[in-house]
T-cell receptor, first 111, second 114 residues
Framework: QKEVEQNSGPLSVPEGAIASLNCTYSDRVSQSFFWYRQYSGKSPELIMSIYSNGDKEDGRFTAQLNKASQYVSLLIRDSQPSDSATYLCAVNMGGNNRLAFGKGNQVVVIP | DGGITQSPKYLFRKEGQNVTLSCEQN?????MYWYRQDPGQGLRLIYY???????QKGDIAEGYSVSREKKESFPLTVTSAQKNPTAFYLC?????????????FGQGTRLTVV
């Protein structure tokens, strides 16, 4: 099992809709979870961090964490064309405090 | 202006040559990391350092070397032993290497073997 998995293929959403991204992780002792946005040809930019079970909202972004199910998600409400990017899930692996990344999910917002 | 600076932005290497990628940060962060990204792939950890004069191998350290002589600097050398070095290299730093700390990235160096 991969440490961090993002299995969904490219996601196309109409402008104004909700984009939903999912991520699962393998290390049960992980305590820190992050979502990064990466535009084509650019470096990743941190957009959300979450440490406790439940929801965390920041503007149009909501991160959801369920440690029992080893699952973290990101919702983008009122999607805008500027949200078109690849979203990377990252998990701090508790055993040696290193950050592991999923392969990312590409989001395309259609005007 | 605080941040993480990687140089150069683009780098071309002939086969058999070693090249060194620069990463400097003025955020006073203790921990620094090097990742490699291939097209359509996530980030893979090459090396990381949680403190000056100490570093650990990541998942794909073969063919790479690093040093951490100063807190603000963490250069990566891609040696001739790295068989497929063409990739996008990303340097990151965090306040410390603890479990709750957020990592921030430089703008990356795109290395191409010619």
């Amino acid at each position: 099992q991969k440490e961090v998995e993002q299995n969904s293929g490219p996601l196309s959403v109409p402008e104004g809709a909700i984009a939903s991204l999912n991520c699962t992780y393998s290390d049960r002792v992980s305590q820190s979870f992050f979502w990064y946005r990466q535009y084509s040809g650019k470096s990743p930019e941190l957009i959300m961090s979450i440490y406790s079970n439940g929801d965390k909202e920041d503007g149009r972004f909501t991160a959801q964490l369920n440690k029992a199910s080893q699952y973290v998600s990101l919702l983008i409400r009122d999607s805008q064309p500027s949200d078109s990017a690849t979203y990377l899930c990252a998990v701090n692996m508790g055993g040696n405090n290193r950050l592991a990344f999923g392969k990312g999910n590409q989001v395309v917002v259609i005007p | 202006d605080g941040g993480i600076t990687q140089s150069p932005k683009y780098l071309f290497r002939k086969e058999g040559q070693n090249v060194t990628l620069s990463c400097e940060q003025n955020l006073n962060h203790d921990a620094m990391y090097w990742y490699r990204q291939d097209p359509g792939q996530g980030l893979r950890l090459i090396y990381y350092s949680q403190i000056v004069n100490d570093f650990q191998k990541g998942d794909i350290a073969e063919g790479y070397s690093v040093s951490r002589e100063k807190k603000e600097s963490f250069p990566l050398t891609v040696t001739s032993a790295q068989k497929n070095p063409t990739a996008f290299y990303l340097c990151a730093s965090s306040i410390d290497g603890g479990m709750g700390t957020e990592a921030f990235f430089g703008q990356g160096t795109r290395l191409t073997v010619v």
